[in-house]
């Protein structure tokens, strides 16, 4: 199973921004397609944002194209997710999910411990 680590998250305020990070723990993502995955109380986890591994295909949500933007750095081995304008309904728990390719993330089973965003006045 891979393992990935996300950090980031915090409180921050309607219209605030925050800089979500995404790391492997014990292999590398190079090769591997990235999703940005987030599942608010009560809902089911939704794909938010993925980056494939090689030609820097990006894919956006509805609900966040415009406000996010998902990004790796290959040096760092790091996938960040980068959320401006936030809005109370971004509240969730972000996780992030590695795949051979992007068709495959939506297949993901295991997921780490995820990092908390909360929009909140």
């Known amino acids: 199973q891979l393992q990935l680590v996300e950090s980031g998250g915090g409180l921050v305020q309607p219209g605030g921004s925050l800089r979500l990070s995404c790391a492997p723990s014990g292999f590398s993502l190079d090769y591997y397609a990235i999703g940005w995955f987030r599942q608010a109380p009560g809902k089911e986890r939704e794909g938010v944002a993925c980056?494939?591994?090689?030609?820097?295909?990006?894919y956006y949500s509805d609900s966040v194209k415009g406000r996010f933007t998902i990004s790796r750095d290959n040096a760092k081995d790091t996938v960040y997710l980068e959320m401006n304008s936030l809005k109370p309904e971004d509240t969730a728990i972000y996780y992030c999910?590695?795949?051979?390719?992007?068709?495959?993330?939506?297949?993901?089973?295991?997921w780490g411990q995820g990092t908390r965003v909360t929009v909140s006045s």
């Open positions: 980056i494939s591994s090689y030609d820097g295909k990006l």
């Open positions: 999910a590695a795949a051979r390719g992007l068709a495959l993330l939506i297949f993901t089973t295991s």
